[in-house]
């Protein structure tokens, strides 16, 4: 059971529009920043997203991020088929003094 | 500018393993670091982190007073002593660099893991 709680799929087809939410609590999403990770198989994890909203460079602006209280979401528009991949959010929690992820969203092009 | 892990490999259960991260290409002092796992077909998992300086280190409930992290600035390596290891230890370790020295910022680099299988 994940600290973070994520859908553990989502899909769409090209060029749609796809989001995932992350939900938490005031100890963590609430109170600190949401980080997101792009996962491609066999792959290490990437940073795609980080303090909330910002883009790596390098990252798309294809793809979005936002915060409100103890929710986040990962906006992915004009769906490519690169962009099939485990998504996974992340935050540090004050109450556990540890880093937390969801337990991932696998995106799935159709 | 990379991360490299090292030291996985076939442990039997409750004995001892140290994986080793080195760094290079940026100034290793100058960031927090972490371990991250992985159990294969599954979700990432926080280990433990360690700030810059080596005075902040914490750990995942899974794992406190079994692991030990630490790093040497002067060889810009991480490591992670792993005792008492049990099956559920078994997974690919990641080694990450934070975005800043703080601990609680973004993993803005990663390795490519190092496998460790706990099985008699």
């Given at each position: 059971q994940s600290v973070l709680t994520q859908p553990p799929s989502a899909?769409?087809?090209p060029g749609q529009r796809v989001t995932i939410s992350c939900s938490g609590s005031k100890?963590?999403?609430?109170?600190?920043?949401?980080?997101?990770?792009?996962?491609?198989?066999?792959?290490?994890p990437q940073l795609l997203i980080y303090r909330n909203k910002q883009r790596p460079s390098g990252v798309p602006d294809r793809f979005s991020a936002s915060k409100s209280g103890t929710s986040a979401s990962l906006a992915i528009s004009g769906l490519r088929s690169e962009d099939e991949a485990d998504y996974y959010c992340a935050a540090w929690d004050d109450s556990l003094r540890a880093a937390v992820f969801g337990g991932g969203?696998?995106?799935?092009?159709? | 500018v990379q991360v490299v892990e090292s030291?996985?490999?076939?442990v039997q259960p409750g004995r001892?393993?140290?994986l080793s991260c080195v760094a290079s290409g940026f100034g290793f002092d100058a960031y927090a670091m972490h371990w991250v796992r992985q159990?294969?077909?599954?979700?990432?998992?926080?280990?433990?982190?360690?700030?810059?300086?080596?005075?902040?280190?914490?750990?995942?409930?899974?794992v406190k007073g079994r692991f030990s992290i630490s790093r040497d600035n002067t060889k810009d390596s991480l490591y992670l002593q792993m005792n008492g290891l049990r099956g559920d230890d078994t997974a690919l370790y990641?080694?990450?660099?934070g975005e800043t020295a703080v601990l609680s910022d973004a993993f803005n680099l990663w390795g490519r893991g190092t496998a460790v299988t706990v099985s008699s």
């Open positions: 899909s769409g087809t100890s963590n999403i609430g109170t600190n920043y949401v980080h997101w990770y792009q996962q491609t198989p066999g792959t290490a969203t696998k995106v799935t092009v159709l | 030291g996985g490999g076939l001892s393993l140290k159990v294969p077909g599954k979700g990432l998992e926080w280990v433990s982190g360690i700030n810059w300086n080596s005075e902040t280190t914490r750990y995942a409930d899974s990641y080694c990450a660099r």
